[in-house]
């Protein structure tokens, strides 16, 4: 008889003790249990979840974070926990947006401002990496599909974070002119203005006239066969380094191709070349 009982009264505390762990492995509970153990991997996804919580009940929350952040960046773990300062840059800028429905916590905007103020050019980093990978994604769509109408919900799908921070950083860059368009709030899409050509290299608008990027130097090459400058990756001779549109090029390799070898002749120089003699540039 109280075998048993003890048994049921066993398994009742390990269930109950599985339940408690499960709860504790979330929330501010949790990250404490895995920053205790060094586990930033879990911990930091913990911390960015509660930030992005729109609950107003949240506040004590987001604070806690704040507190046990402000404490890491103290002990020189800043850049350990680099991932939240997208949420901190929001919460310290844009304050009502990101918390929805809260309001401004003095507290919480204090915190924040401190960690900052500790950890400046950690902020700057993320951001401005951030921008540059929002920047490039834009770009290549309009390169791959010729879109100019990039809807916000794909960059965040794609590089997985909080569409409100790319909403807000797709406005600062227009406003700061760091890229090239405006904001369409129907669909919320990021709409590229049209520029008569852009770099292949850097993305940036040229005119036609431009033979070189102002701003990253790349020089366009005239095309061998057509005359016309190159505005994608040209293609080179390998022997005498003459360029080509790529299509151009192999067009030109199949058209004067050799039956038995395979091999076309170079436009320029007569060397025989197969396809993949050519390089890339
Ligand atoms: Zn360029
Ligand atoms: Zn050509
Ligand atoms: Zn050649």
Not at 84 to 95: A, C, D, G, S, W
Not at 241 to 254: M, R
Request: some cysteine; glycine content about 4%; aromatic content about 8%.
């Amino acid at each position: 008889m109280t075998k048993d009982d003890d048994i049921w009264g066993a398994l009742d505390d390990a269930l109950k003790e599985e339940k408690k762990e499960t709860i504790n492995l979330k929330g501010i509970p949790g990250i404490k249990y895995y920053l205790e153990k060094g586990n930033f991997n879990y911990a930091v996804p913990l911390m960015i979840q509660i930030l992005e919580d729109p609950s107003e009940y949240s506040i004590p929350d987001k604070i806690a974070v704040t507190d046990i952040c402000k404490s890491l960046v103290q002990q020189g773990y800043a850049t350990y926990i680099r991932l939240l300062y997208p949420h901190f840059y929001m919460i310290h800028n844009n304050t009502e947006a990101y918390l929805t429905r809260a309001i401004p916590d003095p507290v919480l905007i204090f915190n924040v401002s401190e960690i900052l103020t500790n950890s400046k050019e950690i902020m700057f980093e993320e951001i401005n990496g951030l921008k540059d990978t929002i920047r490039q994604f834009a770009m290549s769509r309009k390169k791959d599909y010729g879109l100019n109408r990039i809807p916000l919900r794909d960059i965040a799908d794609s590089i997985q974070i909080n569409f409100i921070i790319i909403l807000k950083l797709v406005e600062e860059m227009i406003q700061n002119k760091e890229i090239n368009g405006h904001y369409d709030s129907v669909g919320d899409i990021l709409v590229l203005e049209a520029t008569e050509f852009s770099c292949y290299n850097c993305g940036s608008e040229m005119k036609k006239e431009d033979k070189t990027c102002a701003n990253c130097g790349t020089e366009l090459k005239t095309c061998v066969i057509c005359r016309a400058s190159i505005r994608a990756p040209p293609v080179q001779c390998p022997k005498c380094k003459v360029n080509a549109h790529k299509e151009h090029f192999l067009e030109w390799l199949k058209m004067s191709a050799d039956k038995k070898t395979g091999k076309g002749t170079c436009p320029n120089c007569q060397n025989p070349l197969l396809p993949s003699d050519l390089k890339e540039g």
